[in-house]
């Protein structure tokens, strides 16, 4: 195996963390819409990915790194050719940060509301256009010989990809949904059980869909067993949620995002961007990837430095691991306007 093999399977580990710690994340914040029914609520939901959000979208800022070094490539080509969703994104999670960290500054009721605002919407638009982008890597897009993109915007809002963005949406709000039920206690609890369940159901009618079609374009063995594995871990969250099995479900609820993923990286390899107008000019692990050297010395800091952080971001997940409820907010912030 060559390095540039070595190092697209660590972008798509890194991806597949991201879309697993940032799936519930951006679940929670969905949620904070569906869900909850009060401020005390809302507050409750924000404070179960408080202490963990900003370190999930490190996750992010490393991938991102990785490939812009490894494979530069095929970060040029993405980010100039998908420029308005990514910049999309991009805004949605500045804005979302600030939203977490604004919305408690004052008590007055319109200054709440209208941060929750901003976390809804930066949530609910990344999830569902980090679909629509990887939908599109996968499906292909117009790439020329100079490993340029010189399709249009509206040809990235295709069928194919769409679909995808309405399954990471979906996903991730069952994903967040579980994470919510194994985080707090009382009603709300038993209410992010209950809509766990028919988010699960509407995944359940998406996902194989969107699965299957990425199969039969361009799937393989590695890509189908994924594709079972997701399915199959999908039916065990649903069923783990239902007999009040919360960490199971999560489980399993992550176990999905992350095949599901894997789904699409698995039928993308050997490629990191096919190219619709002819299968020659796609970028590929070896034609987009940086010199040996360069991959060398990367996978060396990368063993280095990987561990320190998976360990910190652990412990982190074990110090703020207690279920926590409305009882548990002071009453000023609690308060229902």
């Not at 970028?283 to 280095?304: D, F, H, Q, R």
């Not at 952080?309 to 409820?325: A, D, E, M, N, S």
Request: overall charge neutral.
């Amino acid at each position: 195996m060559q390095l540039h093999d070595v190092w697209f399977i660590l972008i798509a580990v890194l991806w597949i963390g991201y879309f697993f710690l940032e799936g519930f994340d951006f679940g929670i914040g969905v949620l904070t819409k569906l869900l909850a029914r009060n401020t005390a609520e809302r507050r409750v939901l924000i404070n179960t990915i408080g202490p963990v959000w900003d370190g999930n979208e490190v996750w992010l800022l490393t991938a991102g790194g990785a490939t812009f070094a490894a494979f530069p490539d095929w970060y040029a080509t993405l980010f100039s050719g998908f420029y308005v969703p990514l910049l999309v994104i991009l805004v949605c999670l500045i804005v979302r940060g600030v939203a977490f960290e604004y919305r408690a500054k004052r008590t007055d009721e319109r200054w709440q509301r209208n941060w929750e605002h901003a976390i809804f919407w930066t949530s609910l638009l990344p999830a569902f256009l980090w679909g629509v982008a990887f939908a599109n890597i996968v499906h292909g897009v117009a790439i020329d010989r100079h490993k340029n993109y010189v399709g249009g915007l509206l040809d990235l809002l295709n069928p194919y990809a769409l679909l995808g963005g309405l399954v990471t949406l979906v996903l991730f709000t069952f994903h967040g949904a579980v994470f919510a039920s194994l985080k707090t206690v009382g009603e709300i609890r038993e209410r992010a059980r209950a809509t766990a369940l028919w988010l699960g159901l509407a995944t359940a009618v998406l996902a194989p869909g969107f699965l299957v079609w990425t199969q039969l374009h361009q799937g393989n063995g590695r890509s189908l067993a994924a594709v079972v594995v997701a399915v199959a871990a999908l039916a065990a969250a649903l069923a783990a949620n239902q007999a009040g099995r919360e960490g199971w479900a999560f489980t399993f609820s992550g176990l999905t995002v992350v095949a599901a993923v894997a789904v699409l990286f698995l039928s993308l390899f050997p490629d990191v961007m096919p190219s619709t107008l002819d299968g020659s000019w796609s970028l590929t692990v070896e034609n987009a990837a940086s010199s040996p050297y360069t991959l060398k010395l990367m996978t060396v800091i990368a063993a280095v430095f990987t561990p320190l952080v998976l360990l910190y971001q652990g412990w982190t997940y074990w110090v703020f691991r207690k279920r926590i409820g409305v009882q548990h907010i002071p009453a000023a912030q609690s308060a229902d306007h």
